[in-house]
């Protein structure tokens, strides 16, 4: 026997004792085992595996579908629509996954429900590939999600209610907009109205007499009336979808950090940018996460574009919520300038609000404000001048200047992002920049796929010969919002 017998320590102890076998705890641990630990640990993953089988059908896995050669890259990715495109679905009794009543288009891979960020760049290269009908049924989706939830979960599985995503309903219905025009929109303004009131719902708030900064579930109230959001989830458990690495991250955690460790790792989940050096300590990795303390100008910004669009469309319906959106809007604008803007670096940075410090971090959430349209030319000249010699490099942007390992940084980039400089870039008219970062990626993307035959979830925008990597789970292919994001930078080239 080891030093630690299987009936003192590990996975069949822990169940053994959790599921009560015996009226008395002490019962187990001085049970002598009968042969050695090792023996005990296979059978015991043997006598799981057989019963998961017999109980559990897996996830069905689509077979690859060999696409006929297209003539360009464009043209395949119209024809891997139909690939990545889900008829409405009942949820079957006993899955995890969340019935949708119309059809959507999923990521690829291992991920086979439809997320939330994802479907809005998603949606842009829909229409571009002339598939209107399609991105107007994920946004039908997300309204009966807001409808049955009160917010679009981070995905459509049971284990994803605890946590929303960047809040890009806004901006699929400023897409929608963009093609059918304002009375397509206004159905949907009630479950727009209720998505911002999810996230600036601050009711698990205790009253305090204590100075500094309050935060309540997404909220947090930097001064009397000051209030910025910040990422969260409802739960402070392990991530059912991440079990086994949520729990080795619990022990690598310094004693102080273990409580309260899961909220945030959700909360990281929550951002969409699972993981990255962002979310941490200075020179602290995974385990030192702490993205609850954090303001995100990303999150920030996409709060802002809601309360500015919305409270513009209301105005036009003739709702009187109207102007106090509108001045919410401004309140917020004002917020993020003073916080999160640094005049000397020329680039937004997240705060840590518990000592109300730029956390120093060069990331491209630093760009939302910019892509969102919330800054002023001066402030975009100097945001063009950051991205290019901060961020450029032979494939695009790249997502942080920091390699951790981490999926969310150096030296990956990711479509969504790239997407969100050159949008911003463009709306402020620096154009030559814009068109040099979408053509590198373009270039890498159709590299890739010259050689593999695939659209990868992410790109080596630094060494254009490697893949990408990092993060809890292998490189997936499919993948719908590069497919998105190229189809759309294609179609913009074409005009």
């Known amino acids: 026997m080891n030093d630690n017998p299987v ?50 059908e897996l996830p069905a896995e ?47 891979g291992r991920f086979r429900e439809i997320y939330y960020w994802d479907s809005y760049f998603t949606a842009e290269g829909l229409v571009a590939s002339g598939r209107l009908d399609l991105a107007e049924g ?21 284990y994803y209610l605890g946590r929303s995503q960047p809040p890009m309903f806004c901006a699929m219905l400023q897409l929608l907009e963009r093609c059918r025009g304002f009375e397509a929109v206004r159905p949907f303004l009630p479950q727009l109205v209720r998505e911002h009131a999810f996230w600036m719902d601050a009711s698990a708030a205790a009253p305090s007499a204590a100075r500094g900064p309050r935060a309540a579930a997404r909220v947090v109230e930097i001064t009397p009336g000051a209030v910025l959001n910040r990422y969260w989830d409802a739960n402070d458990t392990p991530r059912p979808e991440s079990f086994g690495e949520d729990l080795h991250t619990c022990a690598l955690a310094a004693e102080p950090r273990r409580g309260g460790i899961f909220r945030d790792i959700r909360a990281g989940a929550e951002s969409g940018w699972d993981f990255s050096s962002r979310w ?25 574009q809601l309360e500015h669009q919305l409270a513009a469309w209301l105005e036009r319906a003739g709702d009187a919520r109207a102007a106090g959106l509108a001045d919410a809007a401004e309140r917020r604008r004002a917020l993020v300038l003073a916080r ?45 001048g950051s991205i290019e010699s901060h961020f450029l490099r032979p494939g695009g942007v790249v997502t942080t200047l920091v390699r951790s390992g981490e999926q969310w940084d150096a030296p990956n980039g990711w479509a969504p992002l790239q997407w969100v400089v050159v949008q911003g870039l463009r709306r402020y008219g620096h154009h030559r920049l814009a068109d040099d970062i979408a053509e590198r990626f373009i270039a890498l993307v159709e590299r890739v796929w010259q050689r593999t035959g695939k659209m990868m979830e992410k790109y080596d925008v630094c060494d254009m010969a490697l893949e990408a990597g990092g993060g809890e789970y292998p490189v997936q292919d499919g993948f719908g919002w590069t497919n998105g994001v190229v189809r759309a930078f294609l179609a913009q080239q074409a005009r």
């Open 280 to 304: 941490f300590a200075p020179n602290g990795g995974i385990e030192s996460i702490r993205c609850s303390e954090l303001l995100p100008v990303d999150l920030n910004a996409l709060l802002w």
């Open 7 to 56: 009936q003192i320590a590990g996975a069949l102890f822990e169940a053994v004792q959790q599921a009560r076998i015996f009226p008395d705890s002490k019962t187990f641990p001085d049970c002598r085992a009968r042969v050695d630990a090792e023996s005990i640990n296979d059978a015991y993953l043997r006598m799981l595996r057989d019963f998961v089988a017999e109980h559990f």
């Open 340 to 384: 999160c803007w640094d005049d000397a670096a020329g680039w937004f940075f997240d705060e840590h609000w518990p000592t109300g410090r730029h956390t120093q971090a060069w990331t491209l959430a630093g760009a939302f404000p910019l892509y969102c349209g919330m800054v002023d030319d001066a402030r975009a000249a100097r945001m063009a």
């Open 138 to 158: 994920m946004i039908r989706n997300f309204a009966d999600l807001i409808d049955r939830y009160g917010y679009v979960p981070n995905g459509t599985r049971l």
């Open 62 to 108: 689509r077979p690859a579908v060999a696409l006929a050669a297209a003539d360009s890259l464009a043209a395949h990715i119209d024809r891997l629509w139909a690939e990545l495109e889900r008829a409405p679905d009942p949820a079957p009794a006993g899955s995890s996954a969340i019935a949708l009543a119309h059809p959507y288009v999923v990521p690829g």
